[in-house]
Nanobody, 117 residues
Framework: QVQLVESGGGLVQPGGSLRLSCAPS????????MRWYRQAPGKQRELVAA???????SYADSVKGRFTISRDNAKNTVYLQMNSLKPEDTAIYYC???????????WGQGTQVTVSS
């Protein structure tokens, strides 16, 4: 069982920045794909960004050039750096970890990001 603890959400003005963090309960980066999802009120959960065990990254078109996913193996933490935030980025952001061999996915509890003036 993998537990994921997210932090870093909050209220920010349009154009501002936030950095989300996700800390798993064990050293799983070599065996799991780490992803950030978000879910806005009344909408389906959508994939925002991912980083594979090999370090490859991918992004939703809506956040390309503004968001960066990264991981720090020494700190056992995955980050989502969010710049140039827009009101439409407002959502609950979730971290997930998917074991590559079994496709079992674990979820964090979510952290609220609100972009508003």
């Amino acid at each position: 069982q993998v537990q994921l603890v997210e932090s870093g959400g909050g209220l920010v003005q349009p154009g501002g920045s936030l950095r989300l963090s996700c800390a798993p309960s064990g050293s799983i980066f070599s065996t799991h794909v780490m992803r950030w999802y978000r879910q806005a009120p009344g909408k389906q959960r959508e994939l925002v960004a991912a980083v594979t065990s090999g370090g490859s990254t991918s992004y939703a078109d809506s956040v390309k050039g503004r968001f960066t996913i990264s991981r720090d193996n020494a700190k056992n933490t995955v980050y989502l750096q969010m710049n140039s935030l827009k009101p439409e980025d407002t959502a609950i952001y979730y971290c997930s970890a998917t074991r590559q061999t079994t496709m079992i996915t674990y979820w964090g509890q979510g952290t609220q990001v609100t972009v508003s003036s």
